[in-house]
């Protein structure tokens, strides 16, 4: 094991049996910093390690209040500021929280100060001075990211997405035309004809350090027909953002799976089926077949199981032609067999649980006169985690007729046009 990171045994969850069962966070921090730790790690390491310590006692804690019959209590006071200084929401959920009140805990939405709040807060507080003071250069901000994702060590290449063009209201007025515009991660704006839809917006509170200023807020935004998300996970989900787009938005719609997460938020949500098509305005939508039901290959303590149908991409009619939107998904036969898409906004990551690199040179060429509008790349401080970090460069060297590959920057317009008939 020489050599191995910390941080790297975390994701493959070896570091609960070798640190947390063996010896106290505070007796390993000191045995990091005199150099006697046998693995070696680095100060971005330990800083992970804490995190992740904490999240196992928040975790364990829970699980023994759950089984006494007690509620549990997850959020600090909208009030008070994190371990960075900043705002946090009355409701905000981090990754792993969100997931274990899915799953395990029973959740209460205003909380007051709890000693598992706090645990996190002080072990926050002491990662960041780890990362910040002790060694300088380190930015702080590392130790947002989530402590099973290994750190930037330097060794694999960060693709960047171009600078954002931010836009606003203007955007959502009346048009004569179709607009596409990538919202960063895995997220699009659409304004057809006067009609305005968000897929997957992820504009606020992530947990994992974003490299991409936003092009909007959700704040900024005067006022959307629909809201669609194509599956639970966080960077397609966001509870905090489907929440602040609350009183722009008219509806929200995804799998019943998902929809059934969204009403218990409040949020007005209709579930729909694999292949059903519904209207938004003059824009009719289709859910596409997705597989993406990594979770049962990782399960958790009392989790559920995933159906394929959890999941789901759309297709968009518009009066323009049709843009598809996949959705994060393993290559299906059956995507290569759809009508073909004047546009399509693609994930083109090499994770096993997305399409890979190859799969979605595959897909793309299936299509080969339809433009390709990259997504779920660019945005998020991940190097050496594969689903955030496809490399434009590596696909368009894949694709037949690689001009059709478009790298938009989070913003920018995109016109919609159907495609000629030969």
Not at 98 to 120: C, F, T, Y
Not at 160 to 183: M, N, Y
Not at 336 to 364: I, N, R, V, Y
Request: with cysteine; charged share 20%; glycine share 6%.
């Amino acid at each position: 094991m020489k050599g191995t990171t910390i941080s790297r045994l975390a994701m493959e969850g070896v570091s609960s049996n070798l640190i947390f069962s063996k010896v106290e966070p505070w007796t390993y921090l000191r045995q990091i910093l005199t150099g006697s730790y046998p693995l070696a790690p680095s100060i971005n390491d330990a800083a992970r390690v804490l995190l992740r310590w904490a999240d196992r006692s928040m975790y364990l804690d829970a699980r023994s209040k759950k089984e006494q019959g007690m509620r549990v209590r997850w959020c600090v006071p909208g009030e008070s500021k994190n371990a960075f200084g900043r705002q946090s929401s009355a409701r905000r959920e981090d990754f792993h929280l969100n997931h274990l009140a899915e799953h395990e805990i029973q959740k209460v939405d205003l909380m007051q100060p709890n000693e598992m709040s706090r645990r996190r807060f002080m072990t926050m507080a002491s990662a960041t001075y780890l990362s910040s003071v002790l060694v300088p250069g380190i930015p702080a901000q590392i130790v947002q990211d989530h402590p099973s994702i290994a750190p930037n060590d330097g060794t694999q290449y960060q693709a960047k997405a171009p600078a954002t063009q931010a836009f606003g209201g203007k955007a959502f007025g009346p048009s004569k035309v179709t607009t596409a515009r990538w919202l960063g991660a895995g997220g699009l704006f659409l304004n057809s004809r006067g009609t305005t839809m968000m897929l997957d917006p992820l504009l606020e509170d992530f947990h994992m350090s974003m490299i991409i200023q936003m092009p909007i807020l959700p704040q900024q935004v005067p006022h959307l027909d629909a809201l669609l998300v194509t599956h639970s996970d966080s960077d397609h989900y966001s509870v905090s953002t489907c929440r602040d787009l609350l009183s722009a938005c008219k509806s929200y719609h995804s799998t019943q799976y998902v929809a059934s997460l969204m009403n218990k938020e409040g949020f007005p949500a209709s579930g729909h089926n694999i292949g059903e098509t519904f209207p938004i305005g003059s824009t009719r939508i289709t859910l596409t077949p997705a597989d993406h039901a990594w979770q049962n290959a990782h399960p958790r303590p009392g989790q559920r199981h995933f159906d394929d149908s959890d999941a789901c991409g759309f297709r968009f009619e518009t009066a323009d032609g049709t843009i598809w939107a996949p959705g994060d998904t393993r290559l299906m036969d059956i995507h290569l067999h759809q009508p073909t898409p004047d546009a399509l906004f693609m994930d083109f990551s090499e994770d096993k649980w997305h399409f890979t690199l190859a799969g979605a040179a595959k897909l793309a060429n299936a299509y080969p006169g339809t433009p390709i509008l990259l997504s779920h790349w660019g945005t998020i401080d991940a190097p050496n985690f594969s689903p955030f970090n496809g490399d434009p460069s590596k696909f368009r060297t894949l694709l037949v007729n690689p001009g059709r590959m478009k790298t938009l920057a989070p913003g920018q317009p995109y016109i919609l046009r159907r495609l000629k008939k030969a």
